[in-house]
């Protein structure tokens, strides 16, 4: 199951894009907002990441005006790899090498085709289990 979040300024690409993921038969979890009121992001932030970090989701996604707001606050949550995307390849190699597990990407940035690209690129994407890269992935996750 795929986590899905936004705040007010990616609502639109929000629903977009559960339209894409229910037309490929995907399976997420839509933890809000579900309105175009203001709202703040770190709280939906959150709740995708609580999602995946507790195994109910495996995967998450974060959207919002610019991905950079929901990108900081998804990335100061311990075993979260959140990762900013404006192109496929991006999501690819986050995947493939960083195995990131939050997805962002900035709907006032990015048209919602592209977008819907770089989430299908993300999600058919895996990690590759190179040895470097999960060395690499320890070490950001090691404690300070």
């Known amino acids: ?14 629903n977009q894009l ?12 839509d933890f809000g907002c579900n309105t175009n009121e203001s709202c703040d992001y770190p709280i939906y932030a ?6 995946v970090l507790s195994g109910e989701c495996e ?13 900081i606050a998804a990335n100061k949550v ?3 790899r959140a990762a900013l995307c404006g192109d496929c390849f991006s999501a690819q190699v986050t995947r493939e090498h960083n195995d990131s597990n939050v997805l962002c990407i900035g709907a006032r940035v990015v048209g919602s085709e592209l977008a819907l690209r770089i989430v ?15 060395r690499r992935i320890a070490m950001l996750e090691e404690e300070e």
């Open 78 to 80: 311990k075993g979260i």
């Open 120 to 134: 299908d690129t993300f999600l058919g994407a895996e990690f590759s289990q190179s040895e470097r890269h999960k």
């Open 59 to 71: 995967l998450g996604i974060l959207l919002c005006g610019t991905g950079i707001g929901m990108s």
């Open 18 to 29: 559960k339209e894409h993921l229910d037309k490929k038969g995907v399976v997420y979890k």
């Open 1 to 14: 199951m795929i986590a899905i979040g936004c705040d007010h300024g990616a609502l639109d690409l929000k």
């Open 46 to 51: 959150h709740k995708v990441t609580d999602a």
